[in-house]
């Protein structure tokens, strides 16, 4: 399983908002809506922050939201926040009990 | 609260094998799937395996069948990741993570192949 496809960075201004995409295939993303997010800081554990394509766990701000369309997925975040500055990962159900990731983003506030 | 913790840092030459644990607390063990994700150095998150402790059914990706052994021990609600014939290249942080959407995340067991 080739990793999904995600822009190896995205950037925007504090307040705005911004789209991270994920594109997979057929044999994932195209089929499954298992697709969850994770945000990572430096040096800690990656953070899951949307799962099932646009359900937010709880705790996690309603300024992340999801959604998917064919082959990609996107990740929202509004109102963009100097403490939104992370890595960004997507990831999604691949079949047969498998998995795989994007290759992530990362999200810098200028 | 759930907590996965996991076992220390680990430093292997080329060729040997590794087993890691990730000992789980706070919620019903079996009642949750169990993924192992690594993250090389400046690198991005790859999936590796998953596990149903339940009745202990795995799954891998196919980039390391054969060279890698997930299991797990109800008795003390423990998950281990054995993988052999270690490279360079799979030196990383492992983690183990929580349920078929990854809710909960050890805290990562470092593990460095050098000769």
């Known amino acids: 399983q080739s990793a999904l496809t995600q822009p190896a960075s995205v950037s925007g201004s504090p307040g705005q908002s911004i789209t991270i995409s994920c594109t997979g295939t057929?044999?994932?993303?195209?089929?499954?809506?298992?697709v969850s997010w994770f945000q990572q800081r430096p040096g800690k554990a990656p953070k899951l922050i949307l799962y099932?394509?646009?359900m937010r766990p709880s705790g996690v701000s309603n300024r992340f939201s999801g959604s998917k369309s064919g082959n990609t997925a996107s990740l929202t975040i509004s109102g963009l926040q100097a403490d939104d500055e992370a890595d960004y990962y997507c990831c999604s159900y691949a079949g047969s009990s498998t998995y795989v990731f994007g290759s992530g983003t990362k999200v810098t506030v200028l | 609260q759930v907590q996965l913790v996991q076992s220390g840092a680990e430093v292997k030459k080329p060729g040997a094998s590794v087993k890691i644990s990730c000992k789980a607390s706070g919620y019903s063990f079996i009642n949750y799937y169990m993924h192992w994700v690594r993250q090389a150095p400046g690198q991005g998150l790859e999936w590796m395996g998953i596990?149903?402790?339940?009745?202990?059914?795995?799954s891998y990706a196919q980039k390391f069948q054969g060279r890698v052994t997930v299991t797990r021990d109800t008795s003390t609600s423990t998950v281990y990741l054995e993988l052999n014939s270690l490279r360079s290249d799979d030196t990383a942080v492992y983690y183990c993570?929580?349920?078929?959407?990854?809710?909960?995340w050890g805290q990562g067991t470092l593990v460095t192949v050098s000769s």
């Open positions: 057929n044999s994932n993303l195209g089929t499954y809506n298992l």
């Open positions: 099932e394509v646009s």
């Open positions: 993570a929580r349920g078929s959407e990854s809710a909960n």
């Open positions: 596990i149903n402790p339940s009745g202990g059914s795995t």
